[in-house]
Nanobody
Framework: VQLQASGGGLVQAGDSLRLSCAAS????????LGWFRQAPGKEREFVAT???????KYANSVEGRFTVSRDNAKNTGTLQMNSLKPEDTAVYYC???????????????????WGQGTQVTVSS
């Protein structure tokens, strides 16, 4: 299983970015897809997740600004990030798991497979 996140970059506050997660080596439709981020000196934190059925959940800090989606035909997940803030600066990771459960979907330990991360930097 391989996950590859891409689309990060340097933007200004208020701008948008679209992250992609390309998956291979798995039946993508059978996996929940999560997005996490980690800022320097901080723990990895939950951002958003989209289940196998397409239901979504978000961290309070990104609710209303970020949208997570998936395209099972293309084995790709997407995180659309709007109205970016300096505090969104972090390395963003996508993760997947075939057996995610409600109690762990916001926890990094709930996901078996991880991509390499893509840097998002938001300047003020």
């Amino acid at each position: 299983v391989q996950l590859q996140a891409s689309g990060g970059g340097l933007v200004q506050a208020g701008d948008s970015l679209r992250l992609s997660c390309a998956a291979s080596g798995l039946t993508f439709s059978s996996y929940a897809l999560g997005w996490f981020r980690q800022a320097p000196g901080k723990e990895r934190e939950f951002v958003a997740t989209v289940s196998r059925s397409g239901s979504t959940k978000y961290a309070n800090s990104v609710e209303g600004r970020f949208t997570v989606s998936r395209d099972n035909a293309k084995n790709t997940g997407t995180l659309q990030m709007n109205s970016l803030k300096p505090e969104d600066t972090a390395v963003y990771y996508c993760a997947a798991d075939p057996q995610i459960i409600i109690s762990t979907l916001r926890n990094p330990s709930g996901y078996r497979y991880w991509g390499q991360g893509t840097q998002v930097t938001v300047s003020s």
